[in-house]
């Protein structure tokens, strides 16, 4: 073993069996003063003072680093006083004794070391923490030249700070390569964070004893490889302290202190230098903290800007783009491209054809270098060398942020002291190396902030695009519900029992019925056979159709709800199958036709009435049959006064005759006679408004604008009449242009005579004289056959009139049409009179 493990001349190094205490092997094989020549074998309270020997053991025992700047002092048999430091090395005890220095660690020095580090922890950035760590533990160690290492990512040391003075050479702003920091290496450094060298040219002893190996990783006297030695010398050092800066756990950098002659430090010294750079570290985890911080600050204003502006209604394409510049400054960016479901922008506008492609499976990435799942055409490229790209959905793809570094050409000034090889030394080489096609690197704040980011912006396209679909889902939902009502029908569904599961809130025409009275419900217990067999009812179809699972269409039947009422609708049906071809219901919509009823009837009675016409002859015979035993039985009567039986029976005569005359007038009366609609007062303004909404429904392609009068001024009318004109007026115009042009409806009062005037215009190909005459006759019409009836405009004319309004019609060949309608404005008269009306 002693011929494989070499230790430095600069102390002595002893390694202790724990269990007997003796010594197990040492670095020379001389007396101790133990009146022996060697001191193998020893116990160590033979060789150091028995309280002393037991100090040490004690700390070994805490298995603890080696703690150098509170050093053992301890003596020997023969009198001589040591810096002890104890700690394990595997199963054993290492003791490592440094004679004491001629001037120990005094005041002066503890003094500079808390004004150093009072210093350290005020300072506010990384360059200058640095600086002042390098002029502090050249002070310290009054060594010619230390350089403040830090490493990168692949364990290369750049030089960030320098003192250097003696006439050494400087390496400020050198990287030098990481061919000698090996994993162990920086384990070791780890562990142990000082590692000095008094003397490169030392001549080394042997480590000798008997048993197993010795890992001497921890001591500071442990030898030094060839490789080492050599550089160091290339270095222009005969001396040489190096201690690691350690943040949180993580090699970050290293202290290397040069000097050009031998120099020992004792181990008050060497701890003194190990406590300030703890500090150091310490204090760089305090300045990445601030500078987190204030990164996180900074992406949590980019964060609420976004959020505010989509509280404030934006969209999310617009809230990004707004928050572009923010971002760009974030993250040191000169260009950016938006792609949201595919649409490209940049910050000059949209970009044709989707140009940037990203991988579909890309995540979130920050590099100097644009990787393969990049894809940008060469117009964009160049600004593009660096890139940080934030998918902001599942479709990367078709869903992202990409924010571009330009081309930061670097050049890196190599320093290696041992050539490019480890091994064997070459002497120092330098040489400089361009770096091209990359960014200026970011750092991990950066990539701590695009993963926030990411998943912020991710999010909130998320909830912005359910929201939409939610807005959209409901915007169809009403759509529907407003063509529903618009829509004549109603809309029911049965289960596979054929009870009623669902039925349209709105009940045209049933009255007040409501839906929850029909659901549960079967639906063929609801639908009955009128009274009189001669009326119609196909509700036996609509049952053999249900109970077979067919569709039916436009069956009419009679639905009663007792105690409400009883109302004919025509239904129609469609059976819901499942996957297997099981019957589950049925769906389907149902009419109320009982106006269309009561218009059938209304047209046999105006056929009575026209029969009646005809038969007005034959009526007045019946009235001259009933009038002629009147006029004799009254005129016997008169002549025969005397016959009481007589008279009694010609007055009984008489009054049966009266009383059939009186029928049959009532009847006749009865059969002509029409209710008139209920009038209102209507703000025209608003209700002119809203009939236009209305209308817009059922005519989704006709584009109108209107120019309507704010005034509160009042008009005696019916709401559903004025819809009613509206839609003809409206629905005539998108006939003559053919759904092409454009329709003005406008409103003006006029004081003056106490009216209001409402105009349409459409910009149609107009009307000659002749058409114009006979414009609002019954059944005249000029559209095709099968589209209209000629009764739009005459129901339009006779309803203004009923409202005491008058209406009217300006056109000519090639300059459009103008119906214009007069309405009387209410008066508190008016209201009276029309409340006074049965």
Sequence with gaps: MGARVSVQPQGILLVVEPGDETILHASIPLNLGTGRKSVLGEALGSVLEAEDARRCLERARANEPPFLIDPLVVRDRQGRVFE????????????????TPPRPLGEDVLGRLTVALGQVARVATLEALCAHAARTLADLTGYDRVMIHRFTEAWDGDVVAEVCRGGMASFLGRRFPGLGHAPEARARLERLSVR????????????????????????????????????????????????????????????????????????????????????????????????????????????????????E???????????????????GAGAAVLSLDGRQASADGPLDGAPVEVDPAQKVLVSERVPEGVVLPPALARGFAGVVLLPLSDAPDKDFMVLGREEASCLIRWVDPRGRQALPPAGLEAWDEEVRGCSRPFTALDEEAAVALQLFLAERLGEVRRREAEDALEESQLRLRHLAECSSDWFWETDAQGRLTTVSDLLKGLGDLRAAELIGHPLTLLLGAPDDPGEGSEVEDIESALARGHAFHGLTALLRVAGRGQWWVRLSGVPLLGAAGELLGFRGTGTNVTPLKALQEERLRAQRLEALGRMASGIAHEINNVLQPMLTMSYYAGKRVEDTAFVRQALADIEESGLRAREIVRAILAFARQAPSRRQPLTIARDLGRAIEFARKGLPQLRVFTDIEETSVQVLANETELSQIVLNLLANANDAMDGRGIVHVGLRTQPDVGRVRITVRDEGPGMDLDIRDRIFDPFFTTKPEGRGTGMGLAVVHGLVEAWGGTIGVESAPGMGTIFWISLPVTTATALKTSQAEP
Aim: hydrophobic content about 50%; overall charge positive; some cysteine.
């Design 84 to 99: 002890a430091l104890a700690h394990r090395a595997g199963r054993r005890v290492v003791v490592e004794l440094f004679e």
């Design 196 to 311: 000095a060298i008094p003397d490169v040219g030392y001549r080394p002893q042997r480590l000798e004893g008997r048993g197993s190996r010795v890992d001497l990783g921890g001591c500071l006297l442990r030898g030094v490889s060839p490789g080492l030695r050599a550089a160091l010398e290339a270095l222009g050092a005969r001396a040489s302290l190096a201690v690691a800066i350690v943040v949180e756990g993580r090699l970050w950098g290293m202290v290397v202190c040069h000097h050009g002659e031998p120099r020992p430090l004792p181990p008050s010294i060497m701890g003194a230098a190990q406590v300030f750079t703890e500090m150091v570290g310490q204090q760089i985890v305090r300045l990445d903290s601030e500078a987190r911080a204030h990164s996180r600050a900074r992406v949590s204003a980019v964060m609420e800007g976004v959020a505010g502006r989509l509280a």
């Design 313 to 331: 209604g934006a969209g999310m394409a617009e809230a990004l783009r707004a928050a572009l510049p923010d971002l760009r400054a974030l993250f």
